[in-house]
C-alpha cells in the first residue's frame, strides 16, 4: 500500500555533509545565480538601448550597463561556462512560453553576445540620440508662437547642453563636437531673436 510512497531511481544523498560544505554549495549556487541574472540584466539593458531615443535614456542605461558589468565582475571565483548559457537559454525559453516575458522574441544567448554587450559602443547611441534630440527640438522650436516663450526655451536647450558636455559620458570627440554643433545652433537662433 505504501509503496507509492518509496522513493526511486533517485540518486542517494551522502550520508555525511558537513555544515561547510552546505555552506559552500549553497554559496556557489548563489554565485551562480548572480552570474546569470547578470547576463540576462545584460541582454534587457541592450533591448533598452537599441529602443532608447533620448541622450537620458542612454545615459541611464549605460549607468545601469556599469553597475550590472560591476556586479559580475566581483564574482571573481566563477566564470561563465557553456552550461550557464544552456540555463540561461532554457529559462528566457520557459518564461517566453508562459507569457511571462513581455519580448516579442527572446534573443539567444551566447558567450560572443554577452563579450559584444560587454563591449558595447557608447558613442554610437550617443550620436543617434543627439540626433533625435536635434529633430525633436527643431521641431517644437517652429511651433512656438510666441518669441518670449521659444527664448525661454533656447536658454534651457542651451544649459542643457552645456551640462551635457560636462559628463564623462560624452568625452567621445564625435559626441562632443555633435553638442557643441548643437550648442551653437540654438546660441544663433536665439540671438537672431533678440
Sequence with gaps: M?????RKNIAPIPKQISRHQ??????????????RW?????????????????AYDVKK???????????????????LNENDFLIINRFLTYKHSLGLCDRNSIPIV??????????IDAEKYLIIAYNNYEAYWDDILSSYKR???KKKRLQSIIESLDSDSKEPITHFPDVRKKIHY??????????QIQ
Excluded: P
Excluded at 542605461?61 to 566564470?79: E, M, N, P, Q, Y
Design 182 to 191: 548643437l550648442s551653437s545652433k540654438y546660441e544663433n537662433i536665439l540671438n
Design 147 to 149: 518669441q518670449s516663450d
Design 22 to 35: 552546505l555552506r559552500k554549495l549553497k554559496w556557489e549556487r548563489i554565485q551562480r545565480k548572480k552570474l
Design 2 to 6: 505504501f509503496n507509492f510512497f518509496r
Design 61 to 79: 542605461h549605460f549607468a545601469d550597463l556599469r553597475h550590472t558589468l560591476g556586479i559580475i565582475d566581483d564574482i571573481d571565483d566563477f566564470t
Design 110 to 119: 551566447t558567450y560572443d553576445g554577452y563579450i559584444s554587450i560587454r563591449n
Design 38 to 54: 547578470g547576463v540576462i540584466r545584460l541582454y534587457i539593458i541592450q533591448d533598452e538601448l537599441n529602443n532608447s531615443h533620448t
